[in-house]
């Protein structure tokens, strides 16, 4: 089904809250303050969106969101910090080129960046009555596992995906592993994060354990929190449009069969995909909007122009090229192929 059909549907029943806006490129960098806060560069390239606070340290006392005087997110009163690897073709000669990102259906005109989605129930249930809790300042998490390279593995993290864009409002089927034939529109990359809170962490360890998902069914089915994580929570995903017409011709592709596409770590399976957030609306207002009957244009929030959005930028913290065919990808992560688990 298109989204355009689903909005149409959508409206024209009793909704409660579900947002979906889009907020454009604020840098793409080798920094990663949940996994490697103060290290320059990260082991692996990152693109970020968000307020123009983020840096490499976040310290999770200082309410840095907090302190952006700009957010490359389309309403202002979000400054939170959004991010995931970056996608590269490796040509047959071995070199890489970084995959542009476009803007998804409805965002024409923003530069890079994802959609992000706060939602109360699935997406395909138009009414979002379920009462959620609105993440808190200094909270912060991670869904995915950069080392995870297998199936099974993959399945830990139920709802990290790819879509095979047929056209750009391809959003069925989902695959775990990167789609294995080329994509007339793209790859999208989907991102939903657990839905249930353990109710008292902002942030653990592993920046995972204080979140969970149902205990049984799943967050589309309403499947009810666990007694050790009771407090459900939006559902957070995001969508990133990864561009790869440009590397769709049979003949640049492996010879062996396989795909040519790698995320930044080294990943050439798509089982290891990750996203990070670092929560950062202002007061309540994430809250008011989850308990205001609204579906994707919300009265409660201010929504800046698009050129607004683009001008908000960060500069590349560790200089390198990322542009151009390049030898090696940054930071020269080992770059595996299990194809074994070809699916
Ligand atoms: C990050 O920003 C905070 C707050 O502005 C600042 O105190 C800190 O020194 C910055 N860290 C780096 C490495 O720039
Ligand atoms: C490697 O292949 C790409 C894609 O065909 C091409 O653009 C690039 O110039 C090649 N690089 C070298 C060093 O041959
Ligand atoms: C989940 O568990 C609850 C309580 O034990 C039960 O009422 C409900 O039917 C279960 N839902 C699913 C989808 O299995």
Redo the contacts with the bound molecule.
Sequence with gaps: MHWKSMTALALAARTTALLRFSCTQLTIDRVDPLVNPGLTPSPHLHQIIGGNSFNVTMDPAKDMPGESSCTTCQFLEDSSNYWTAVLFFRARNGTYKRVPIVPNVGFEGAEGGMTVYYMQNGLADYQQTSKVTAFKPGFRMIIGDPLTHTAADSNRFRQVTFTCLQDPGTRFPETKNFPNKPCPAGIMANIRFPTCWDGKNLDTQNHMDHMAY?????FD????CPASHPVPVPQLMYETVWDTRQFNNPEDWPEDGSQPFVWSFGDQTGYGSHGDYLFGWQGDALQKTMDTPCYVNCPTLTTQPVADQNKCKVAQSFKEDIDNWLPELPGNPVVSKRWAEKH
């Design positions: 149902p205990a049984n069914g799943t089915s309403r499947g009810p």
